[in-house]
């Protein structure tokens, strides 16, 4: 499958880019606002074409599926431009604004004939997999999840970072908290209601940190929460995230069962080179697993375009989306309000 890239964003140079090329795929086009940017990115990274407007790589009969890496705002908007040209899109995180929006992004998508995707790269990794069975299937009830990926924007400059822009949907809850929101969500389905605290430290019209509890109900003689959103008897339940960018790099999940734990650190943002582990215990019994070094951006793209060719529903679906995207919809509602706030 040959991708255009609409965008010179650091993430597209220095990730997605070489993980598309270590794939059976490849990268024929590479688009900029600023065609001799998009020029000079294409003969570093040895891409083909080059073009000054996105239109013009949409134009381009060679391109099958499109990775758009904008800003958070313009997802929606280029992602149905490329869709009205016949290409599937691979999205960054988030996907849209809100819920609505991604909702009828996936609905506009499907009218089209398309697949859409949302580019959360670390769930193709085999520790989360890994991390996700393990609870599903070797611990006991689960009666806690914590995630966090913080990170400290002071780099020089960083005043005019597109994440501390509130017209672009910036802020830490939408740049690194849906991380936090994916993994919890991962591990304990769905949350009934949801309270936040944020700041806005930089004050710039964004929180630059956040903390969120998310509250689930568990049904008598179950031993996991509901993966509905009707209204239940709380049992204790709960999910606990965090984000900012005000601290050092924090990456982390933990989650509590009636007879263990499972543990992880640097679990979203895991480079080619590393080997990561993952920790967990029961009923006393403590195990490490370590896997290989893999490149998730790589399995990404491979497990993108084998559900494009296989017409089937992309490991990070419509509803997976949507049920992030709800989630974080609400914890951004609660930190503004300052109170409860219902899940969808």
Known sequence: MDFGVISTAQIAREDVIPGIQKSDHRVAAIASRDGDRARAVADELGIERAYGSYEALFAD????????????????????????????????????VDAAEAADLFAYCEDAGVTLM??????????????????????GEVRSATASFTFNMRWPGHE?????????????????????????????????????????????????????????????????????????????VTGRVHCGFDTESVQHYRVETVDGWLEATD??????????????????????????AVDQYTLEVEGFTEAVERGEE?????????????????LAESAETDSWTTVG
């Not at 599926?65 to 960054?92: F, I, Q, S």
């Not at 949302?118 to 997999?129: D, G, K, L, N, S």
């Not at 992309?314 to 509803?319: D, F, S, T």
């Open 118 to 139: 949302e580019a959360f790269m670390y769930r193709f990794h085999p520790r989360t997999i890994r991390a996700r069975e393990i609870v599903a299937e070797e611990l």
């Open 314 to 330: 992309p490991l990070v679906g419509r509803e997976d989306t949507l049920g992030t995207m709800r989630t974080i919809d609400a």
């Open 267 to 292: 679990t979203f943002d895991v480079t080619p080179a590393t080997e990561p582990s993952l920790t967990y215990s029961v009923d006393g019994r403590e195990v490490t697993e370590t896997f290989d």
């Open 61 to 96: 009969e060679g391109i099958d599926a499109v990775y758009n890496p904008l800003p958070n705002a313009l997802h929606a908007e280029w992602t149905r431009r490329a869709a009205d040209h016949g290409l599937h899109v691979l999205c960054e995180k988030p996907l849209a």
């Open 160 to 236: 005019s970072d597109i994440r501390l822009d509130p017209d672009l949907a910036g802020g830490s809850l939408m740049d690194v908290g849906c991380y936090a929101v994916s993994a919890v969500r991962g591990f304990l389905g769905e949350p009934e209601r949801a309270v936040a605290s944020s700041a806005d430290t930089r004050e710039s019209g964004v929180d630059t940190q956040l903390s969120g509890l998310l509250e689930y109900a568990v049904e008598r003689g179950s031993t996991s929460p509901r993966s509905t959103s009707s209204r239940g008897d709380p049992d204790g």
